[in-house]
Nanobody, 118 residues
């Protein structure tokens, strides 16, 4: 069974940057679309960005132009570079792995807190 482990969350001021990392183990890297979702208390988990095995990407409208998703196949790791952060980006961010580009996630990480506050 595969595993996803996130890191890189924390506290940052508005306008700042953070980079999240997610290391995938087992079989859940090659052949899977990887992604990032986020969730705040009382709301549904929402898609932030996904990247296919061929490196096609799609983003939520709210993060386009500010966030960049990438994957390093040699390190079995997917990244989320977050720039120009806003207070509304505050959430728990989850790494995901799905078998298809538009499919539902089959695996989830444990989540990492991102707080944007002055």
């Amino acid at each position: 069974q595969g595993q996803l482990v996130e890191s890189g969350g924390g506290l940052v001021q508005p306008g700042g940057s953070l980079r999240l990392s997610c290391a995938a183990s087992g079989s859940i890297f090659s052949g899977y679309t990887l992604g990032w979702y986020r969730q705040t208390p009382g709301t549904q988990r929402e898609l932030v960005a996904v990247i296919s095995t061929g490196r096609s990407t799609r983003y939520a409208d709210s993060v386009k132009g500010r966030f960049t998703i990438s994957r390093d196949n040699a390190k079995n790791t997917v990244y989320l570079q977050m720039d120009s952060l806003k207070t509304e980006d505050t959430a728990v961010y989850y790494c995901s792995a799905a078998r298809t580009y538009y499919g539902q996630a089959s695996f989830w990480g444990q989540g990492t807190q991102v707080t944007v506050s002055s």
